[in-house]
């Protein structure tokens, strides 16, 4: 299992989980408001007078095999519209119950 961290402007809401049902990934977690900014481009999402715009955060664990077709996904999703900002970062899951 792996766990995937997607934390992306909250206009790519209703379209990372439109993604996420059309390939049967179930489970997440989401974080409506959370605020930062890159490591490489884009503006800071703050949601102050200054930089107003805010980022939401999704965490879902999947199957190993899942991954790659999802990220690509996500990317392609992304290249359409870089300004928005998508990243997302995966890590294996050692145990669940």
Known sequence: ??????????AYYEMIVSIMDRNNIRGY????????????????HYGSHAWPTLNSSILTIMEDEK?????????????????????????????SI
């Open 1 to 10: 299992m792996k766990a995937v961290f997607i934390s992306f402007n909250q």
């Open 67 to 95: 991954v790659d077709h999802f990220l690509k996904l996500l990317h392609n999703m992304d290249k359409q519209t870089e300004a928005q900002g998508l990243r997302a970062f995966v890590w294996n899951v050692e145990k």
């Open 29 to 44: 977690t989401y974080w409506e408001t959370v605020q930062g900014r890159g490591s490489k481009t884009g503006e800071p």
